[in-house]
Antibody, heavy 119, light 108 residues
Framework: EVQLLESGGGLIQPGGSLRLSCAASGFTFSTSAMSWVRQAPGKGLEWVSSISATANVKYYADSVKGRFSMSRDNSKNTLYLQMNSLRADDTAIYYC?????????????WGQGTTVTVS | EIVMTQSPATLSVSPGERATLSCRASQSGSDNLVAWYQQKPGQAPRLLIYGASTRATGIPARFSGSGSGTEFSLTISSLQSEDFAVYYCQQYNKWPLTFGGGTKVEIK
């Protein structure tokens, strides 16, 4: 069974930094693209960032480009999102999601999320 | 950026009835790379449909997706109590990946 467990969220002041982690199990992490998606309170889903299996390709939403950085440690089956220069509008639940084997941009399993509050 | 527009925002349906949700893309893409997700309160999204019409593993047959080009739809043939939720479409054809604003399916 695929399991994705996010951690690292919390309350942070504007301008601060946080690093989110996503521990993966139940699938071959090292061959899977991964993504982060966020959801502001009472709002819809917003894609944040994606990373290829070997981390050689990364994509970012314009809203986070230059402030957020995605990385992974395939030896630890763990995904990261380094968030710097945080703003109030970054407040959201952050979900990590596994890419489908057939198309890494298709998110076929999701974690339960970790909450980031910037205030 | 491909903008995904869902309608209606809210759909009131009685249990056992059919529900049809719509999603329009601002650009046409190759291979109809559109997915549908279900999200219940306090839960993570769950993949229902990918490639516009293929059900994900374990998804009941009452869920079906259709469409091509810029017009897509999700149909729930006979709504069960557990189907009342918010549904999102998403395109994964081009970066940035984009979601529609969601359709809330509520009990009538």
């Amino acid at each position: 069974e695929v399991q994705l467990l996010e951690s690292g969220g919390g309350l942070i002041q504007p301008g601060g930094s946080l690093r989110l982690s996503c521990a993966a199990s139940g699938f071959t992490f090292s061959t899977s693209a991964m993504s982060w998606v966020r959801q502001a309170p009472g709002k819809g889903l917003e894609w944040v960032s994606s990373i290829s299996a070997t981390a050689n390709v990364k994509y970012y939403a314009d809203s986070v480009k230059g402030r957020f950085s995605m990385s992974r440690d395939n030896s630890k089956n763990t995904l990261y999102l380094q968030m710097n220069s945080l703003r109030a509008d970054d407040t959201a639940i952050y979900y990590c999601a596994k890419g489908s084997p057939h198309n890494g941009a298709l998110m076929d399993a999701w974690g339960q999320g970790t909450t980031v509050t910037v205030s | 950026e491909i903008v995904m527009t869902q309608s209606p925002a809210t759909l009131s349906v009685s249990p056992g009835e059919r529900a049809t949700l719509s999603c329009r893309a601002s650009q046409s893409g190759s291979d109809n790379l559109v997915a549908w997700y279900q999200q219940k309160p306090g839960q993570a999204p769950r993949l229902l449909i990918y490639g516009a019409s293929t059900r994900a593993t374990g998804i009941p047959a009452r869920f079906s997706g259709s469409g091509s080009g810029t017009e897509f739809s999700l149909t729930i043939s006979s709504l069960q109590s557990e189907d009342f939720a918010v549904y999102y479409c998403q395109q994964y054809n081009k970066w940035p990946l984009t979601f529609g604003g969601g359709t809330k399916v509520e009990i009538k």
